[in-house]
């Protein structure tokens, strides 16, 4: 694990400056997120909310992602494991390094995914989505092409 911040944490600490909420504990029955735009490390159109505990952070974390139809995230991994679930929508995962639309697989409302920490996978949204995703912090985005960072742009 190296010891270095990755630009990309950048994104969890965007969604802190953004002032987005960081419950220590809470029932959501979708009123009263607080959606925002998604941080710069991710591509532009998304918004995101912060359900439970603080994705910047060491320790357990729930947010959610709404996605645009056709809205899509380059190959690219994480330092911790990712946990996501499609709340509604049709949501696409594949893995590589590259995109293969030919190995995207899709994802309802229900449909649940891991994805080790390390490994390269890619995203797209099929129509609009509403996915949350969970795991331990913190959060951090690692593209596989650096080029394909959009907080480098």
Same mark, same amino acid.
């Given at each position: ?6 630009? $990309? ?5 965007? #969604?802190? =400056?953004?002032?987005?909420? *960081?419950?220590?504990? +809470?029932?959501? &029955?979708?009123?009263?997120m607080?959606w ?12 995101? $909310? ?5 994705? #910047?952070? =060491?320790?357990?974390?729930? *947010?959610?992602?709404? +996605?645009?139809? &056709? ?83």
């Amino acid at each position: 694990m190296s010891r270095s911040i990755p630009p $990309a944490l950048a994104c969890v600490a965007a #969604a802190a =400056a953004l002032g987005l909420p *960081i419950p220590a504990r +809470a029932v959501h &029955g979708g009123e009263g997120m607080q959606w925002s735009d998604a941080p710069p490390t991710l591509p532009k159109g998304a918004k995101m $909310a912060v359900l439970q505990g603080d994705p #910047a952070k =060491a320790g357990p974390f729930v *947010i959610r992602l709404s +996605a645009p139809a &056709g809205y899509k995230v380059p190959p690219h991994s994480h330092s911790q494991a990712e946990n996501l679930t499609v709340i509604s929508g049709s949501f696409q995962v594949g893995m590589g390094d590259k995109v293969n639309v030919k190995e995207l697989k899709t994802m309802g409302p229900g449909a649940f995914g891991s994805i080790p920490g390390g490994t390269n996978h890619y995203a797209m949204a099929k129509t609009a989505a509403v996915v949350q995703i969970h795991g331990e912090g913190p959060f951090d985005i690692k593209y596989a092409n650096p080029s394909d960072d959009p907080s480098q742009k």
